[in-house]
């Protein structure tokens, strides 16, 4: 069974969109969620960083060019302890909750700046091993360690573009809140 959902595409193709409106379907029906998502920091209309807001409210700077340390990424630089104190205990969160109830676990997204976190990298290997169901972006760009979760054989890799972003959200909602294979999305009897 494809257990775990990829969501990947270029920038601005609505990967982050999808994340979001799949967290207002999911509440809606009381999945219980963890993960984040990333938001832009805008100043004057200009990009200057952004931001991880968690499930559970919490948020923090993620990459800024303001920054004077941390692992650099095209004119940022990533805030590691962002990812240690507030994504990496998000994760194992997680995890423990999946030992005793159907959890599912949003990442938006696991890129260049979220792979700086080595403990990032190794909660991530851990989550794709639970219980948990994993939903997450990912860059469409060869990488390392994304390519072999592309591979997993209980993941479904999804190209945004090949299918309608407004009927995504409801396809992946009805895939976690009834057990479904992800296998199925895409397809219209995912919804029957």
Known sequence: MKRHLLLTGPPGCGKTTVIQKLVDLLAAEAVPMYGFWTAEIREQGVRQGFEVELMSGQSGILAHVDLDHGPRVSKYRVNLSAMHSLVVPEIREALESSRERDAVLLLDEIGKMELHSVDFREVLREALLSPLRIVA?????????????????DTEVVHLGAIDRDLLPLQIAHAVAFK???????ETEALE
Do not use: Q
Not at 138 to 153: G, H, I, N, Q, T
């Open 137 to 153: 972006t990912v860059m469409e760009a060869s990488d390392a360690f994304v390519d072999p979760l592309k591979e997993r054989p």
């Open 180 to 186: 479904r294979d992800f296998a199925l999305i895409g």
